[in-house]
T-cell receptor, first 115, second 115 residues
Framework: AQSVAQPEDQVNVAEGNPLTVKCTYS??????LFWYVQYPNRGLQFLLK??????LVKGSYGFEAEFNKSQTSFHLKKPSALVSDSALYFC?????????????FGPGTRLSVLP | EAGVAQSPRYKIIEKRQSVAFWCNPI?????LYWYQQILGQGPKLLIQ????????DSQLPKDRFSAERLKGVDSTLKIQPAKLEDSAVYLC?????????????FGSGTQLSVL
């Protein structure tokens, strides 16, 4: 069975500082990994994904994520946080080898960027 | 392009009543998903359609929940009778067919309160 853990319920960072939102996963085969962001009263929006290739993936709004197979992690990063980045962030995984299998989402991490 | 449309935006009902949610996916997207997002948790898949066929409904409480996508386009999710624990945001998402077309597009959701 596949699963996703986001060990931090809340991450606080000052505007202009780098931010990291952590994600670890478990799948039986190779993973497809995703990050989504949810603003208040909105649906989830896609940020970036890792399928294969370069371990550093660049996405929307200046975000990037690093895939680490040995640590089964896919942490979301941004070099300089903005107040507007404050939102709920979800990591999700799917097993590459099983197309019929659905995505599994983590519990979410609330990011607060303080001015 | 138009996004995933959902209605209603909010719904308040009493327990044991019935309720229905509607979703119109992005044009041309063959795959449609219904997710349940309970406050403080990540989205949990209820049902996945490929065109008008069900791919995965393993987590759908079939004694009270039903869903259909008769013409392979829009979809309806119904709860009858509702329980207090059904209070959640119900998200509809769609994606294009194809192994690499894994990006999910989400609607804004329907917030259900069961009193």
């Amino acid at each position: 069975a596949q699963s996703v853990a986001q060990p931090e319920d809340q991450v606080n960072v000052a505007e202009g500082n780098p931010l990291t939102v952590k994600c670890t996963y478990s799948v039986s085969g190779n993973p497809y990994l995703f990050w989504y962001v949810q603003y208040p009263n909105r649906g989830l929006q896609f940020l970036l994904k890792y399928i294969t290739g370069d371990n550093l993936v660049k996405g929307s709004y200046g975000f990037e994520a690093e895939f680490n197979k040995s640590q089964t992690s896919f942490h979301l990063k941004k070099p300089s946080a903005l107040v507007s980045d404050s939102a709920l962030y979800f990591c999700a995984v799917r097993d590459v080898g099983n197309y019929g299998q659905n995505f599994v989402f983590g519990p979410g991490t609330r990011l607060s960027v303080l001015p | 392009e138009a996004g995933v449309a959902q209605s209603p935006r909010y719904k308040i009902i009493e327990k044991r009543q019935s309720v229905a949610f509607w979703c119109n996916p992005i044009s041309g997207h063959a795959t449609l998903y219904w997710y349940q997002q309970i406050l403080g948790q990540g989205p949990k898949l209820l049902i996945q359609f490929q065109n008008n066929g069900v791919v995965d409904d393993s987590q759908l409480p079939k004694d009270r929940f039903s869903a259909e996508r008769l013409k392979g386009v829009d979809s309806t999710l119904k709860i009858q009778p509702a329980k207090l624990e059904d209070s959640a945001v119900y998200l509809c998402a769609s994606s294009a067919t194809g192994i690499r077309n894994e990006k999910l597009f989400f609607g804004s959701g329907t917030q259900l309160s069961v009193l």
